[in-house]
Nanobody
Framework: QVQLVESGGGLVQPGGSLRLSCAAS????????MGWYRQAPGKQRGLVAT???????TYTASVKGRFTISRDNAKNTVTLQMNSLKPEDTAVYYC?????????WGQGTQVTVSS
């Protein structure tokens, strides 16, 4: 069994910053790609950013230059630094981890950007 625990969500004003973290525990072996996705009310879950086990990153266009994804392979964690937040970034954020042919999701953490 693998568990993903997310932290760092909350309420922030437009232009502010938040840092999301996701820690994997349990039967961990050879973690592959790690990523963050988000789902706003009434919308489908979509990609925010991913990072491969080689450190190659991808971002959805709307967050490029504002968000930074990173990972710590020794600690089995993935982090999303979010700067210059906008109201349209409001969503539940989920981390995703792949190991072999298996995919694991976190429980989600709410990010609300509002004045």
């Amino acid at each position: 069994q693998v568990q993903l625990v997310e932290s760092g969500g909350g309420l922030v004003q437009p232009g502010g910053s938040l840092r999301l973290s996701c820690a994997a525990s349990g039967s961990i072996f050879s973690i592959g790609a790690m990523g963050w996705y988000r789902q706003a009310p009434g919308k489908q879950r979509g990609l925010v950013a991913t990072i491969s086990n080689y450190g190659i990153t991808t971002y959805t266009a709307s967050v490029k230059g504002r968000f930074t994804i990173s990972r710590d392979n020794a600690k089995n964690t993935v982090t999303l630094q979010m700067n210059s937040l906008k109201p349209e970034d409001t969503a539940v954020y989920y981390c995703k981890v792949t190991m072999g042919s298996s995919v694991y999701w976190g429980q989600g953490t709410q990010v609300t950007v509002s004045s």
